[in-house]
């Protein structure tokens, strides 16, 4: 598919972010052909340096992450870069990129809004004021959007002033994931799935988002956020959204965004009553990750008073005809036993036992395994083969997305760049649907503050404290499945 040429200008342009996964992004999408020589990328930050500084600093990343980089895809990805230092306060350094982007007149302006988003609407006033945007600019944003309803309320405010809402990205990268993007066609390319997508036949839904990592560098921005914000109020509750929606007409941007909206507004709320029951907060002491010992949370972050949560489970309903009764398991939270992201639909169980001699009959599961590696898995029951009685286990079908599609899957980033250059908002939130979330996740914060719930502490390695959220009977599935690290890396790279 063909697109208009584009600047892409991304402010924040040496940091993490734009390192880890922009500039990997871009170098792919010329590999694979996407994008040509001619159009053109603005890296701009605070940082004084060279162009050929910066680039010399980006080369490097890549080498590292990227086996054998393709000569030719190098020199045109090196050939469209350049690097401008700019503090973004102050409306004089805005000149060189306007010059910049003059000089290429290419057909439209993308802006990368990779900066902590207090700078959201400074950099969008500054650039309205150079006579910078028009009406085919775009404006990428990263999360967080804000950290509750009305800080996300403000940037957006202050954002739509310059920018109408078919002009506004707003990521949430889970999206942009090759797994998550097959749970749309799993369910909606499928017919054998949705016949049974519904409280009749499905008694829990589990979600869970592991990292083993802890905070890293972002001591300061995690501990004023926590697990709740960082993590559920985006990826998991996008994940759900796509578990729970209804069946879109078409996959227009509006109609997708339409019924993950009718989700968020049907999550049940949280009240003094339910929320202890119904969620956990945990924090992450010493203990061992992958062999390693590693420091409390309080140690990484050198405040012992701290309370934020680097884990959080919960259960929640959605209110709905389709969903009515079910609960909703997510968890997620750091430094925990290993990395993994999977979805288990849990079924109910057989109405009738017509072996009673044998052991407890399991629920079938789907499990929709998201990262490291990628797969579905439908646990069934099975004869366990041999004579005499009638003797069954959990046997697992398993599609393994590896052996099944021999070529590497695109990050996530990569997708979304090339979404925005074509100006399809599918994968991108809405401003109701990021409103909506921060309202339910408003409800959870204020019944912790109302009830002074206290953070649990659960030691690294472990998994966390998540059973305490479970319906009487549920119980979290643990996935026998290892991280089978050749496979991975034959998508991923190392
Ligand atoms: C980010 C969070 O949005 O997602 C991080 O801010 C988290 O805390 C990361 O580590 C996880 O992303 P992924 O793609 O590695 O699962």
Redesign the pocket.
């Known amino acids: 598919m063909s697109f208009k040429s584009f600047s892409l200008v991304i402010f924040g342009g040496d940091g993490d972010l734009a390192l880890r996964k922009i500039f990997p992004a871009i170098y792919y999408r010329i590999k694979d052909k996407q994008i040509s020589a001619g159009n053109q990328v603005l890296a701009v930050s605070r940082t004084e340096m060279d162009t050929d500084t910066f680039m010399a600093l980006v080369v490097s990343h890549l080498q590292k992450h990227i086996e054998n980089l393709d000569a030719e895809a190098l020199e045109i990805f090196t050939s469209m870069i350049s690097f401008i230092s700019a503090d973004l306060t102050k409306a004089e350094d805005y000149v060189p990129i306007k010059k910049a982007l003059e000089e290429a007149a290419l057909s439209q302006t993308l802006f990368y809004y990779s900066t902590p988003s207090s700078l959201f609407g400074t950099i969008s006033r500054l650039l309205h004021a150079n006579s910078i945007l028009n009406d085919s600019s775009k404006v990428i944003l990263e ?1 967080p959007l804000g950290l509750d309803l009305n800080s996300f309320e403000e940037i957006n405010t202050e954002l739509s002033r310059y920018f109408a809402e078919p002009q506004m990205y707003r990521i949430d ?2 999206l942009g994931k090759e797994t998550v993007q097959n749970l749309m066609v799993l369910r909606f390319a499928n017919h054998l799935f949705e016949l049974a997508w519904n409280a009749q036949n499905i008694d829990n839904v589990q979600i869970t ?1 592991a ?1 083993s ?1 802890g905070v890293e560098k972002r001591k300061e921005f995690y501990d004023a956020c926590g697990a709740l914000k ?2 559920v109020q ?2 998991l509750l996008q994940l759900l959204c796509l578990v729970a929606m209804e069946p879109p007409a078409t996959l227009t941007a509006d109609n997708v965004r339409d019924e993950k909206l009718k989700v968020l507004k049907s999550l049940r709320t949280y009240n003094p009553g339910n929320v202890r029951k119904w969620t956990v907060k945990g924090q992450y002491a010493r203990g061992e990750v992958a062999d390693q010992q590693v420091n409390s949370y309080q140690e990484d972050i050198g405040s012992y008073d701290s309370s934020t949560e680097t884990f959080v489970a919960l259960r929640t309903y959605i209110d709905n005809w389709r969903w009515a009764g079910v609960p909703f398991y997510l968890r997620t939270g750091k430094r925990l036993e290993k990395r993994y ?1 999977e979805i288990v639909i849990n079924f109910k169980r057989v109405p009738h036992n017509v072996f009673p001699a044998g052991p407890k009959i399991d629920r079938n599961k789907l499990i929709i395994r998201l ?1 490291p590696e990628e797969h579905i898995e439908l646990v069934q029951m099975a004869k366990t083969p041999g004579p005499g009685g009638y003797r069954y286990e959990p046997v697992s079908l398993k599609l393994d997305f590896i052996d099944s599609f021999d070529r590497r899957f695109p990050e ?1 980033y990569e997708r979304l760049l090339m979404d925005v250059v074509r100006g399809n908002q599918t994968l991108f939130m809405r401003a109701d649907e990021v409103r909506a979330s921060w309202k339910w996740i408003h409800s959870i914060t204020d019944s912790w503050n109302k009830t002074s719930q206290e953070v649990v502490l659960y030691k690294s390695g472990s998994k966390g404290p998540g059973d305490k959220v479970m319906e009487p009977g549920d119980e979290w599935y643990e996935s026998k499945n290892g991280h089978d690290a050749k496979k991975v890396s034959k998508f991923f790279g190392t």
């Open positions: 999360k990268h889970y988002v990292e990592i960082d993590m985006n990826h992201s990262q996530a």
